[in-house]
């Protein structure tokens, strides 16, 4: 069995049409996703999962494997795990764990992936979920209902997935000066992710707009590993301004 990276990413998007090929550095967003990925596991095993032809276009010039699928998915997670059946098929191979890499994450480092591949692979490892987050102090960023906060136990296991800034302070009146936000770099191992697809969206699921909440509602474990550099998730076009002056700092 092997492990993949999958890539879902669409050119439709209400809050900036047309991300995946906005270019950071000359490079579309969708192609820098694709080259950290391929670093980190391989071309062999990285795929881009999408239903438009132009990033496919794109990634067949560069010479990166695309799974066509539905225009019909409304979550990333649905869309990954009809691509996982088509590249089985492919490889002629059953895939042990799935790596999710969201095409609006150009400045995750290479370290990063790996250590939800290691997590992953664990043997003591009982999540079947990983989900990988940043630690952030910035209150603009926390407050930004565009970026998903997590809430998790002591034992680091994601109970709750928000928009706004968690746990309130209304009674102790007391300022959230820190928390994590989640990025799309999620680690299934396969059952996960079939069960996923197999389940109905639940109502923290639909009133959030985050997928993960289907899984806490089902009782799945997911659990949260972080890091501290600074990203960005980009959804709007001042998300891209900024990801272009982060990375002209950047290192891997």
Known sequence: MVSV??????MKSS??????MAKIKGIPMIGRCYFKSIESIGKKYTFVATCDKEISNYVNSIGGNVIMTSKKHSRATTRIAEALIKIEKKLNKKVKNILMYQGDEPLIKKNSILKVFKALDNKNNYAE??????RVKDKKNLNDINNVKVLVNKKNEAIYYSRILLPSSIIINQKIT????????????RKALILFNRLKETELEKYESVDMNRLIENDFKIKVISFGYESISVDTNSDLARAKII???FKD
């Not at 820190?178 to 191992?189: M, P, R, W, Y």
């Open 5 to 10: 990276i999958i890539i879902p990413t669409r």
């Open 15 to 20: 809050r900036m049409p047309n991300k995946p």
């Open 129 to 134: 979920v990983i989900n990988l987050c940043r």
């Open 247 to 249: 990375m002209n700092n």
């Open 178 to 189: 820190s928390g994590l936000i989640q990025t799309g770099i999620i680690g299934f191992k």
